[in-house]
């Protein structure tokens, strides 16, 4: 509480200072916060920036405060830095001018130790779209998808779409981050990458492989966002690499730990049974099931869908609980198996806290649900929801008795006689949905319904919809010789009103005259001739044309054709009974969860959910080559063990190994014990044991590859390079360096050769000129380069037959060593004299300690990793060093 006083003590001695009164801030003008920006206290800076961050927040436009906001961008406040981050991110795209300014203090700002301000930076930078600053932009994302701090290499991942929208160009590069960072096993960075892998390259399967178990790994720990954007793509790239579960000869068995790992048993068995899950996909479904219970929707929405995508038919009903929990997402519980929401039919009853959107969702959940044994409970629940004051509501559950009478025919009776009752109703709206719901009710059974077809003649005076109309005058007249007394009476009633009626009720009029002309024409051939007069003339030209129509077709004349002989073939046929289909039926051709499945219409940029593969992709394709575990090992002064082994993994001079380690192990064991004598006698206590670990089998590390020449500075010629670790052929003190050369330009590059190099005392094998590199073309080239034992860069020049660029290749003390090719067990035999050495050694206490065993045990175990063909000299080296 003091610490508040204190600043706001400072504040307003700040604000007297440079000419403003405290009292009378309390809405601050745009004039006085650029002031306290530009004053030279930081506290009130700050205070600015977080009024005008607070600005920001409530929706107000502060960005003719740029100028001044910018300025501070470098400053030393870590507070205040934070804040200028923040304002420039929301406005760098609109002032990009002014942004550039400060592109240089946000290049410095990428190195500054603070994490969150490397990140506030790259976002600036990322939000500038400006084309000019795209090789700056894309060296910082690589610079930052290699940073110590996630927090940044998550940034770079969000950097990353940013990028691709502004230069859809520098794919192929964005690609080669994405690939690093999906390697990445910070929980906060996997969500990131893998939605700028949706979004730069979505049909890249192929970089997801090595990556898929870790990633089904670490869902569970990813942040909430990041586990839907997972989830989904995983869904995508299951549907590719496994086959389908949902076929008859189907075998499971989700708690087998068999099922998982591999075992020769489980081999055998494979060949007798005709599908088995494989273990990666069951690894998936297990993964995701936890997440079921988390607390946000679309977690929970993500692995249902892909349950619903994935999951074999007797498991979907996993979901069921946690969707029954939310209630609030329709998609699967819409189109899933009916059984499996049985059980919970009462969570479905609509309350009276429902928006309208909820009650239309539970309404058609509950129609779905509707059984010959549930039926009853739920017609007695529709009762309750037409009286609702919701009268849009209303006539939505009368549509939905009429489905569940479609659907069930034993209670289509009873759902009849209940929509007649409801014709009572005082609400319009009710009324006339009741009457087109019956309308398409008595199309299913017409001859047994001609009293309610009089009931609802006689509700034509009262009732003013006109779509509720329209069905009565449809009704009549597809009926009218089961109702030939009231039938011409109607029309007489319509033909009066027909000048004022909406169009829908005019074109079904004409239809109605049309048929009792042809059924009864002895009493409506006068009635007809007036109504199509009338409709002769009216102002609609489908009425008009309809009219014509009806005219030609029902009087004949010596105009008329053929075609009136069939008259009432044409009007009177009998019409298919309409189906009640629901409003969300066929969206199951998208995705679960999807924009386009809850438009019902493939919106921009959906990605098609690929059929099951008919032959099973290859599975070794997700393996992953993993270092096996370390052993410990520390040097004995007995004999050591030997191992059996079935297979003979060493060579067949085993045995005359073995006898030399014996004299070389009792020499070191007599060696140690007159030692240990010594020590003893000496009273300088009991030698500390040291142990190594030694690596049984290292893993070799392919040469890494170099950027010599990016194409935007080699104008479209782009060079890279790496050492082979191959003895050069050139000369034996050279060291063996390959280029490979890449033509990005449109027109082919000629006469590519290497010009002057440098310094003194660095000799350069030149490779043989390139006459022609065609576009998009690469070759790969050899040089020798002698460094003279040095780090020292080599400097040369790369020519074209138009330009020239100066490049540098620069060694890693480990490539100036030469290769010697050493077979495991010899490894093992130079380490263990290695031990014996220090082991003999006068004082073995003191170089203990001067040499430090696990620094030692480091810098071989790197060695082993990555120079393997390098241990040896490492070994020499180091024992010089040592006995030194």
């Not at 969150?116 to 795209?134: F, G, H």
């Not at 038919?313 to 069921?320: A, C, G, N, P």
């Not at 009732?463 to 009476?489: F, H, N, Q």
Request: aromatic letters at 8%; glycine letters at 4%; charged letters at 25%.
């Amino acid at each position: 509480m003091c610490g508040e006083v204190q600043w706001h003590c400072r504040v307003c001695l700040g604000l007297l200072a440079i000419g403003l009164n405290p009292a009378q801030q309390s809405v601050w003008s745009f004039h006085d916060l650029k002031e306290m920006l530009e004053s030279n206290k930081e506290s009130l800076k700050l205070e600015a920036m977080k009024r005008i961050v607070g600005l920001i927040a409530k929706g107000k436009n502060a960005s003719e405060l740029f100028p001044a906001v910018v300025k501070n961008v470098a400053s030393k406040n870590i507070e205040l830095k934070k804040l200028v981050y923040v304002y420039l991110v929301r406005y760098a795209e609109e002032q990009q001018d002014l942004a550039l300014l400060s592109i240089s203090t946000f290049q410095r700002a990428l190195k500054d130790p603070n994490q969150l301000i490397r990140a506030s930076a790259l976002r600036v930078l990322s939000s500038i779209r400006v084309p000019i600053i795209v090789p700056i932009m894309m060296l910082a994302i690589k610079e930052a998808a290699t940073d110590l701090s996630p927090y940044v290499r998550k940034t770079a991942a969000h950097a990353i779409q940013k990028l691709y929208s502004l230069d859809p160009e520098q794919k192929e590069h964005l690609i080669e981050v994405i690939d690093k960072l999906l390697k990445d096993k910070s929980t906060l960075v996997a969500g990131s990458v893998v939605m700028a892998f949706e979004e730069v390259c979505p049909d890249r399967i192929d970089l997801i492989h090595k990556n898929y178990r870790k990633l089904c790994n670490l869902l569970v720990d990813v942040e909430e966002w990041g586990q839907v954007v997972i989830i989904t793509m995983l869904t995508r790239y299951a549907r590719t690499q496994f086959l389908s579960p949902w076929r008859e000869d189907a075998l499971f068995d989700e708690n087998s730990e068999k099922a998982f790992y591999d075992s020769d048993v489980e081999k055998e068995k494979a060949d007798s049974k005709p599908y088995m899950m494989d273990p990666d996909h069951r690894l998936l479904l297990r993964n995701t099931k936890p997440l079921l219970q988390s607390r946000n929707t679309a977690v929970v929405m993500a692995v249902a869908q892909l349950y619903w995508h994935l999951a074999p038919k007797q498991e979907v009903s996993i979901v069921t609980k946690s969707l029954v929990r939310l209630l609030r997402s329709h998609s699967l519980i819409t189109y899933s198996q009916q059984g499996m929401f049985e059980p919970f039919l009462k969570s479905f009853y609509v309350r009276s806290t429902d928006a309208t959107h909820i009650k239309t969702l539970k309404l058609e959940i509950l129609t779905n649900l509707a059984t010959e044994a549930n039926i009853s409970t739920i017609l007695r629940e529709f009762q309750t929801y037409v009286k609702s004051q919701d009268k849009q509501f209303a006539a939505t559950t009368i549509q939905a008795i009429g489905r569940c009478a479609t659907n069930i025919s034993e209670i289509t009776d009873t759902c009849l006689n209940g929509l007649v009752l409801l014709l009572s109703n005082r609400d319009e709206t009710v009324v006339a949905e009741c009457v087109v719901v019956i309308k398409k009710l008595l199309q299913t059974q017409p001859s047994q319904h001609s009293d309610i077809i009089k009931h609802m003649a006689k509700l034509l005076d009262n009732i003013t919809v006109p779509m509720a109309r329209a069905s009565i005058l449809w009704l009549i007249g597809e009926y009218c010789e089961r109702v030939p007394k009231i039938a011409p009476d109607v029309l007489r009633k319509v033909a009066k009103s027909f000048t004022s009626e909406e169009d829908i009720v005019k074109l079904q009029t004409l239809n109605l005259a049309a048929k009792l002309y042809l059924t009864n024409s002895k009493q409506t051939k006068l009635l007809t001739q007036y109504i199509l007069n009338l409709g002769k003339y009216d102002q609609n030209y489908d009425i008009r044309d309809r009219t014509r129509f009806l005219r030609q077709l029902i009087v004949p004349n010596e105009k008329s054709g053929a075609l009136s002989k069939y008259a009432k073939r044409i009007l009177l046929a009998s019409k298919p009974a309409p189906v009640l289909e629901s409003a969300f039926k066929d969206r199951d051709r998208f995705q679960l969860g999807t924009l386009s499945h809850t438009l019902n219409a493939k919106a921009s940029g959906y990605l098609e959910l690929s059929d099951w593969p008919t032959v099973a992709p290859d599975q070794s394709v997700r393996n992953v080559e993993v270092m096996e575990p370390v052993k410990e090992w520390a040097p004995s002064l007995g004999k050591p063990k030997a191992t059996k082994s079935d297979d003979k993994f060493y060579s067949d001079s085993g045995e005359e190994e073995e006898q030399e380690e014996e004299a070389s192990e009792s020499g070191s064991s007599g060696s140690s014990s007159s030692s240990s004598e010594e020590e003893s006698s000496s009273g300088s206590g009991g030698r500390t044991s040291c142990r190594l670990c030694c690596l049984l089998s290292p893993v070799f590390v392919p040469p890494k590859s170099h950027e010599l020449l990016h194409r935007m500075s080699g104008k479209g010629l782009a060079v890279s390079y790496h050492f082979p670790r191959q003895p050069c052929a050139y000369s034996h003190r050279m060291v063996s360096v390959q280029l490979t050369l890449t033509n990005g330009r449109d027109q082919p590059l000629e006469d590519i050769c290497v010009g002057e190099a440098g310094p003194p005392g660095i000799a350069i094998h030149r490779f043989a000129t390139i006459e022609r590199l065609q576009p998009e073309a690469s070759i790969t080239v050899s040089m020798g380069i002698d460094f003279n034992d040095s780090t020292q860069a080599a400097n040369f020049q790369l020519c074209t037959k138009t330009d020239q660029f100066s490049v540098s290749i620069q060694p890693a003390v480990g490539e100036l060593l030469m290769p010697v090719t050493m077979t495991e067990q010899d490894f093992l035999k130079e380490f263990h004299l290695f031990l014996i050495h220090l082991s003999i050694l006068p004082r073995p206490s003191i170089i203990v300690n001067k040499c430090t065993f696990p620094f030692l045990y480091q810098r071989l175990r790197w060695m082993v990793n990555a120079f393997p063909s390098l241990v040896s000299v490492s070994i020499w080296t180091w024992s010089c060093s040592a006995l030194n």
